[in-house]
């Protein structure tokens, strides 16, 4: 069985990133990946992404609030009870390839790279 996701979209909030004292590095942040089914009737999903290591840096670096991306990743979901002792599920795409899309102006704009890049 495979557990493969790509999804292509733009973030939604400039990433929060987390050094630890092993050395290891954490970004994380939303991206919004719109559904049209019409030019009345469109849908827009939220994804969590958490990315580490070098891509993270990367991250930190030239991902910024509206940038568009493409995450390929895994989808992990987190299942804990709550106080009361109700189920609870948080997904998220751990992501293994980022890239940069978007054109030379909408890049321009948001301060990173021209074209497609792969962290």
Do not use: H
């Not at 795409?93 to 890239?99: H, P």
């Amino acid at each position: 069985m495979v557990n493969s996701v790509v999804i292509v979209g733009r973030v939604g909030q400039d990433p929060e990133i987390k050094y630890f004292d092993s050395g290891s590095v954490k970004a994380k942040f939303s991206m919004a990946v719109d559904r049209n089914f019409s030019k009345e009737n469109k849908i827009t999903d939220w994804f969590n992404i958490e990315v580490w290591g070098k891509q993270a840096e990367f991250v930190g670096e030239w991902v910024k609030k509206g940038t568009s991306l493409s995450v390929t990743g895994q989808l992990d979901c987190q299942r804990w009870n709550d106080q009361a002792g109700n189920p609870k599920e948080f997904p998220s795409i751990r992501a293994t390839d980022i890239r940069l899309e978007g054109s030379k102006r909408d890049n321009a704009t948001s301060g990173s790279f021209a074209g497609s890049t792969s962290f």
